[in-house]
C-alpha cells in the first residue's frame, strides 16, 4: 500500500516535471536593435514579464546607450527558471539578466549558487526587503488586487476586503458561479506566491477558497487571459491578480476596476539576477542600474508598472488613503524565507489543499 | 664610535613595550578564537531550531510521513542575513522527503537522534550543518526521520570579526594606555637618580663631605658606595697633606743644620775644627740621605697602597730573602740569627716589594733598638691568617707606645720615626695588621695577613 503510493507520488512528480524539461516552450524573441542598426552583440534579458510593460524601459535605456542592442526574450515564469536551472547546472549561459515576478524562484536560483554579485549606488538605494546578498534586486511594486468588471459588478457589490468578498459569494452564489477567476498555481509562479503567501497572512484564506469552490473558480496561466476574460465580462472578478498589469489593461481601455484589498494587500517586487555565465555582465550591470535610477523608476511608474516603490499608489485605484503608511502594503521579503514556497514537500501539500478546497476550473 | 649605552628608561619602556606586545598578541589570538566560538555558538542555535521547526512539522498522514518545512524556519535561517540555505529531511524509511538528498548523505544526527553539528563542504561551498532525528510511531511505520539543515557561514565569519575587531581596538587602547603611564612611572622612579646627579654637579671640587640626600632603597647602596668613595678620598687626601707637612718640617731641621755647619766651616779658621765640622757635615749628609729614602719609600709605599696589583706569592721566601739582605754586614755585636719556616706553605696576596719594604723595616728596627745577642724571625701558619713575628731579646715596647710609634715621625730616639709606620702602612692596606706581643724567646714585633683567596677568586686588599 505504501509503496504504491509512493510510485505514484514518483510517477506524479515525473509526469509533472518531464514535459517541461523535454519540451521547453520557446520563448518569444523580440530585438530591440541599436541606434545604427546593429543586433549584436546585444544584452540578453530573458523575463517572465510582459513585453508591453519592459518595452519602455528599455527603448528608455537606449535613449542613454544608443550603442547597445537589446534582445528580450520573454517566458512563462517556470519555463524561464527551468531553462536558469539547467544553464547554472551546466555550468553555462547566453542570458545576460533574468526578470522574474516569481520572485521565489530567482532566490532559489541565488541559492543554489546561479547569481553574481552587484553593488553600485542604485543598489545600495534599495529598501533591505527588496535585495538579498547583492545578487537578487526587486525592482517593482507591484500589490495583488481584486480586479472587477467595472460594468457588470454594481458598485455596491465591489468588494473591498477578503471579508467582503466571502460574503459575497455567500449571499449570491449564482450570479457569481463559474465567473471568478484567478492564475492557475500550478502553472503560474506568481499565482502559487500569491496564494502561499495569502494563506500565511491572512486568517480569512481557508474560508475564501472554500467560497471559491461552492462558486467554482476558474483558473488562467497567466495575467493576461485573466484580464481579457474580465474585460470580455466572462469573468466578472478576478483575485489576487498583478495590479500593475491590470492597471495597463485599464489604461489601454478595459472596463474593469481595480481594488486593493483594505484588510491586507500582498505586493510582489518583480526580481532582478545576472547569471553567473552571463556573457555580457557588464551590460547586464548597466541595464540594471538604470532600472533602479531615478529615470528607470519614473519611466516604470508612468508607463510600466505604475506604482511606485514608496509604496504610492495611483489615484483611481480603490484603496484606501495611506496604505504604505499603515502598513496594509505587505511587500514579500526577497530572502531565504522565500525558500520556503520554493519546497517541494509543501508545495504539494499546499497544492493538494488547494485542489481540494477550490476545485479549480480550468 | 663608541656606542653609548641605551638609557635606563629607553630599556625600560622597550622591555615593557615588548612584554605588552606579546601580551596584546596574545589576547588578540585569544579573543579571535573566543569570537569564532561566540559567532558560532550563536549562529548554530539559529539553524538548530530551524532543525526543529522542521523536524515538528513531520507527520504521519495515512501511513506516509510527510513534511511541511515552515516559513518560520526560513525566517529563522534568514537572520543570517546573507547566508544560501540547504536542508534535506529524510523519512524513517530512508527516502527523502524534500530537499537535498546530497546534504543528508555528509551528516546525520547523533546516538538517539541527538543534535549533531559540523563544518562541511557542499555544492563546493563552506558550510555549517546541524542534523538531528525525531522519532515517529505509527500503526504502520515506526522509525527515525532526519532533518539535515545547512548554511553559509558569511554571518558568523562576519559577527567572528566585528568581535575580533572590537577586542583588538580596546587591547591596543589599553596597551597605549599602559604603555604611556609606563613611560610616566619610569620617569618617576628615575628621577631620584636626577636629583643626586644635581647634587653631585653642584659640588665643589674639594668637597668630599658625604652625601646626605634621602633617596629609595634601591639608590642607597650606591650613595653609600659613593660616600665610602669619597670617605677613603678624604682620608688619603689628608694623609698625603699630613705627610707633606711632616717632611716638610723634618727635612728643614737637617738642612738648616747642615746650613749651619757649612757656615761654620766656611768662617773659622782653626784647621782642628774645620775637620770636626767636616766630619759633622759628613753625619747630617748621611742622615739627610737616609731621611730623604725613608721619605721616598714611604711615599712608594703609600702610592703602591692604591695601585700595585697583588701576586699571590708566599711569604715564607720573601721574609728569607728579607732576613739575609738584612744582616748586617758589619756589626761590632756577636749576634745569633734564627729563621723559622713554616712546615706548609705561606701564601698571601700581595705586593712584593711593600711587604719586603715592612719586613725590612721591622727587621731594621730590631737590630737597632731590641737586639741584645738574639734575632729570629718566624712565620706561622694559622687557619685565620698568616704571622709574620720578628722576635728579639730586647726589652721591648709597651702596647700603649707601640700602638703612637705607628704614627709617621714619632721616634723613640734614633731614627726618623718612619720605619714602623711604613710598615703599618703595608699592613693595612694588605688587610693585616701590626702587633706587638711577649713570646717565649723574647719580644715579637708582628706582621698579620690574610691567606691568599683560592685561586679563582679576586684578591681584594
Known amino acids: ?341 520554493q519546497d517541494r514537500a509543501r508545495r504539494q501539500r499546499f497544492l493538494t489543499t488547494w485542489r481540494r478546497a477550490a476545485r479549480p476550473v480550468p | 664610535m663608541i656606542r653609548r649605552p641605551l638609557s635606563l628608561a629607553t630599556r625600560l619602556i622597550v622591555l615593557m613595550a615588548l612584554v605588552l606586545m606579546v601580551g596584546a598578541a596574545g589576547l588578540v589570538a585569544l579573543a579571535g578564537a573566543y569570537a569564532r566560538l561566540a559567532a558560532d555558538e550563536a549562529y548554530d542555535r539559529l539553524l538548530a531550531g530551524a532543525a526543529f521547526q522542521i523536524a515538528g512539522s513531520i507527520e504521519i498522514v495515512d501511513g506516509v510521513a510527510g513534511v511541511d518545512p515552515p516559513v518560520s524556519a526560513f525566517e529563522t535561517l534568514a537572520l543570517a542575513q546573507d547566508d544560501r540555505v540547504f536542508y534535506a529531511v529524510i523519512g524513517p524509511d530512508g527516502a527523502l522527503l524534500t530537499g537535498e538528498e546530497a546534504l543528508a548523505r555528509l551528516i546525520g544526527p547523533g546516538p538517539s537522534g541527538g543534535l549533531e553539528t559540523a563544518n562541511l563542504v557542499h555544492r563546493g561551498v563552506a558550510v555549517r550543518a546541524v542534523a538531528i532525528g525525531r522519532a515517529l510511531s505509527d500503526a504502520q511505520i515506526q522509525g527515525q526521520a532526519q532533518v539535515v539543515v545547512a548554511q553559509t557561514t558569511l554571518a558568523r565569519e562576519r559577527l567572528a570579526q566585528d568581535l575580533t575587531v572590537k577586542a583588538v581596538v580596546i587591547v591596543a587602547a589599553l596597551s597605549a594606555l599602559a604603555l604611556a603611564s609606563m613611560a610616566l612611572a619610569v620617569r618617576f622612579a628615575l628621577s631620584p637618580l636626577k636629583r643626586l646627579e644635581a647634587v653631585l654637579r653642584e659640588r665643589g671640587p674639594t668637597a668630599l663631605h658625604p652625601i646626605t640626600l634621602a633617596t629609595p632603597k634601591e639608590i642607597t647602596p650606591l650613595v653609600g658606595a659613593l660616600n665610602q668613595f669619597t670617605g677613603r678620598l678624604a682620608e688619603h687626601l689628608s694623609a698625603t697633606h699630613r705627610f707633606i707637612a711632616d717632611a716638610a718640617h723634618q727635612l728643614r731641621t737637617p738642612i738648616a743644620a747642615l746650613a749651619g755647619q757649612v757656615d761654620l766651616l766656611a768662617h773659622d779658621g782653626d784647621e782642628g775644627r774645620r775637620r770636626h765640622h767636616l766630619q759633622r757635615i759628613e753625619e747630617r749628609t748621611a742622615q739627610l740621605s737616609r731621611l730623604t729614602t725613608q721619605l721616598l719609600n714611604h711615599a712608594m709605599v703609600i702610592h703602591r697602597a692604591g695601585t700595585a696589583t697583588l701576586d699571590r706569592l708566599d711569604i715564607t721566601d720573601l721574609a728569607g730573602r728579607v732576613l739575609a739582605s738584612a744582616i748586617p754586614l758589619s756589626d761590632d755585636r756577636d749576634i745569633e740569627i734564627a729563621f723559622h719556616p713554616p712546615a706548609q706553605p705561606a701564601l698571601v696576596a700581595g705586593d712584593a716589594v711593600s711587604l719586603g719594604e715592612a719586613l725590612g723595616n721591622l727587621i731594621h728596627n730590631a737590630l737597632k733598638h731590641g737586639v741584645e745577642r738574639r734575632l729570629s724571625v718566624a712565620v706561622l701558619v694559622d687557619p685565620a691568617s698568616v704571622t709574620i713575628q720578628v722576635i728579639d731579646d730586647g726589652p721591648g715596647i709597651p702596647v700603649d707606645q707601640f700602638e703612637a710609634l705607628l704614627e709617621p715621625f714619632r721616634s723613640r730616639g734614633g731614627g726618623f720615626g718612619l720605619g714602623l709606620a711604613i710598615a703599618n702602612e703595608v699592613a693595612e692596606s694588605h688587610g693585616g695588621s701590626l702587633s706587638v706581643a711577649q713570646v717565649e724567646s723574647g719580644f715579637a714585633v708582628q706582621l698579620r695577613l690574610p691567606h691568599a683567596p683560592t685561586r679563582g677568586q679576586e684578591a681584594v686588599p
Do not use: K
Open chain 1, 1 to 341: 500500500m505504501i509503496a504504491w503510493v509512493r510510485t505514484l507520488a514518483a510517477l506524479l512528480a515525473v509526469a509533472w516535471a518531464v514535459p517541461a524539461l523535454a519540451q521547453p516552450v520557446a520563448p518569444t524573441v523580440h530585438l530591440f536593435p541599436a541606434s545604427d542598426g546593429t543586433q549584436a552583440p546585444a544584452l540578453a534579458i530573458h523575463a517572465a514579464t510582459d513585453l508591453v510593460a519592459m518595452a519602455p524601459l528599455i527603448r528608455d535605456f537606449q535613449q542613454r546607450y544608443p550603442d547597445i542592442p537589446v534582445r528580450f526574450e520573454e517566458y512563462v515564469t517556470t519555463h524561464l527558471f527551468q531553462r536558469a536551472t539547467a544553464d547554472c547546472a551546466a555550468g553555462r549561459g547566453e542570458m545576460d539578466l533574468i526578470l522574474s515576478s516569481s520572485a521565489d524562484q530567482v532566490v532559489a536560483l541565488v541559492n543554489d549558487g546561479c547569481a553574481q554579485q552587484h553593488r553600485s549606488l542604485e543598489t545600495t538605494r534599495l529598501p533591505a526587503w527588496a535585495r538579498w546578498r547583492d545578487e537578487v534586486f526587486g525592482f517593482t511594486f507591484e500589490p495583488a488586487a481584486i480586479v472587477v468588471h467595472r460594468d457588470l459588478v454594481p458598485v455596491t457589490e465591489v468588494p473591498e476586503t477578503r471579508l467582503d468578498l466571502i460574503a459575497l459569494l455567500r449571499a449570491r452564489p449564482e450570479r457569481y458561479r463559474g465567473r471568478i477567476g484567478t492564475y492557475d498555481i500550478e502553472l503560474s509562479g506568481i499565482g502559487f506566491l500569491f496564494a502561499a503567501t495569502d494563506a500565511r497572512q491572512s486568517s480569512l484564506f481557508g474560508q475564501l477558497i472554500e467560497a471559491f469552490g461552492r462558486t467554482g473558480l476558474v483558473t488562467r496561466c497567466c495575467s493576461a487571459d485573466l484580464l481579457d476574460d474580465i474585460a470580455a465580462g466572462r469573468l466578472l472578478i478576478g483575485y489576487n491578480i498583478l495590479a500593475s498589469y491590470a492597471y495597463g489593461a485599464r489604461e489601454r481601455g478595459a472596463p474593469i476596476e481595480i481594488v486593493l484589498p483594505h484588510d491586507g494587500t500582498i505586493v510582489l517586487s518583480r526580481a532582478a539576477m545576472i547569471p553567473t555565465h552571463a556573457p555580457n555582465p557588464a551590460l547586464a550591470r548597466l541595464f540594471l542600474d538604470h532600472l533602479l535610477s531615478e529615470r528607470g523608476q519614473a519611466i516604470a511608474r508612468t508607463q510600466s508598472f505604475f506604482f511606485g516603490m514608496d509604496g504610492s499608489v495611483p489615484l483611481d485605484v480603490i484603496a484606501p488613503g495611506g496604505m504604505a503608511a499603515a502598513g496594509l502594503l505587505r511587500p514579500i521579503t526577497i530572502g531565504p524565507a522565500l525558500l520556503a514556497e
